[in-house]
Every structure is written in C-alpha cells, then in structure tokens.
C-alpha cells in the first residue's frame, strides 16, 4: 500500500551587528521519510525503499562592506542519506544474481552529500 510520506525543511536565520559588521548565525533541518525510488510497483520491489534521514546544516558570518566571511558546517550529523537508488539496467534487468532472481546485480545510490565544514570569503568588486 502506498502511504504518505512527510518531507520538512526548515530554516531559520538570525541577523545581528557585531562590531560595526553585519551579522547572521543560520540553521537549517531537512528530513526526508523513506520514499520510493521509482513508479511502477515492480521496479520498486527490484530497487528497495530507501531509508528515511536528516541532515542539519550551520553558518555563521559578517559582511560588511564589499567583504564578507561565512563559517558553515553542510550535514552536521554526517548523514547517509539517500536522494536516489537506480540500477543501470532499470527494473527488468537481466543480469540478476542466482540467489535474487529479478533484483538487479547492481543497484546505485547517490547519497546525500557528506559532512562539509568550510569558510567562504569574498569582496565585491
């Protein structure tokens, strides 16, 4: 049976001066409910469900001027998320393994992206 899966996505930014600069302290929380990585029935039984996952991202930074500096950390927690599962042979592959007759020999994931923690600086010209 097909049920209703949730998605949420929420930010929130705090503005504030800081020594004269202008200053922001953000997060955001995106989780995303085990889905389906395809339409048709079948092709979700070769490919599976994939699984639900979070991931928190933080920044903080000041501009002021043409210069601006930001510190921000994309998926704190490091999550293995999901976007999409495929095969490269779709739904109907052929090359099945003996011991799972009609799931593919090979099933791809593009994951979420992993943790990143890095500083943005730039001037405007």
């Given at each position: 049976?097909?049920?209703?899966k949730v998605?949420?996505n929420?930010?929130?930014?705090?503005?504030?001066?800081?020594?004269?600069?202008?200053?922001?302290?953000?997060?955001?929380?995106?989780?995303?409910?085990?889905?389906?990585?395809?339409?048709?029935?079948?092709?979700?039984?070769?490919?599976?469900v994939?699984?639900?996952?979070?991931?928190?991202?933080?920044?903080?930074?000041?501009e002021?001027?043409t210069?601006?500096?930001?510190?921000?950390?994309?998926?704190?927690?490091d999550?293995?998320?999901?976007?999409?599962?495929?095969?490269?042979?779709?739904g109907?592959?052929?090359?099945?393994?003996?011991?799972?007759?009609?799931?593919?020999?090979?099933?791809y994931?593009?994951?979420?992206?992993?943790?990143?923690?890095?500083?943005?600086?730039?001037?405007?010209?």
């Amino acid at each position: 049976p097909i049920t209703p899966k949730v998605k949420v996505n929420a930010t929130a930014r705090y503005t504030f001066d800081l020594m004269g600069w202008n200053a922001h302290a953000q997060g955001a929380v995106i989780y995303q409910d085990r889905s389906f990585p395809a339409l048709k029935t079948s092709d979700v039984a070769a490919l599976g469900v994939m699984p639900s996952y979070t991931t928190v991202d933080l920044s903080a930074g000041a501009e002021k001027g043409t210069l601006s500096l930001e510190l921000f950390v994309k998926n704190l927690l490091d999550s293995n998320g999901q976007v999409t599962r495929y095969s490269p042979c779709g739904g109907d592959c052929t090359g099945t393994t003996p011991a799972n007759p009609g799931v593919p020999a090979a099933i791809y994931y593009v994951p979420v992206t992993p943790r990143m923690i890095g500083v943005k600086l730039s001037k405007k010209f």
